[in-house]
Nanobody
Framework: VQLQASGGGLVQAGGSLRLSCAAS??????MGWFRQAPGKEREFVAS????????NYQGSVKGRFTISRDNAKNTVDLQMNSLKPEDTAVYYC?????????????????WGQGTQVTVSS
């Protein structure tokens, strides 16, 4: 499975970005977004189950970010609104052979290359 993340960029605080992750083929996997800021460990942001029926969010993004998937197109998106400077990081999409909306990094089997999100104050 190959994952390609896109949609990052530079945005002012309060703005929005939409990240997209395209998978190389049809996948019945749980999908997640993680992020890594300079000097920090990679952390969970959001996840969605294979069916799309279950989602999980990190507390700091709940209410601002929305994860969704289109299984017909093999894509998973992360809509990010009300962005804050502390959201600045490289964002990675990941796929888990488990169909659940997992929140633990080590449970994911495949990773995309990352896309940079920078939020200016």
């Amino acid at each position: 499975v190959q994952l390609q993340a896109s949609g990052g960029g530079l945005v002012q605080a309060g703005g929005s970005l939409r990240l997209s992750c395209a998978a190389s083929g049809r996948i019945n996997y749980g999908m997640g977004w993680f992020r890594q800021a300079p000097g920090k460990e990679r952390e969970f942001v959001a996840s969605i189950s294979a069916s799309g029926g279950t989602t999980n969010y990190q507390g700091s993004v709940k209410g601002r970010f929305t994860i969704s998937r289109d299984n017909a197109k093999n894509t998973v998106d992360l809509q990010m609104n009300s962005l804050k400077p502390e959201d600045t990081a490289v964002y990675y999409c990941a796929a888990s052979k488990n169909s659940l909306a997992l929140t633990t990094l080590r449970r994911y089997d495949y990773w995309g290359q990352g896309t940079q999100v920078t939020v200016s104050s």
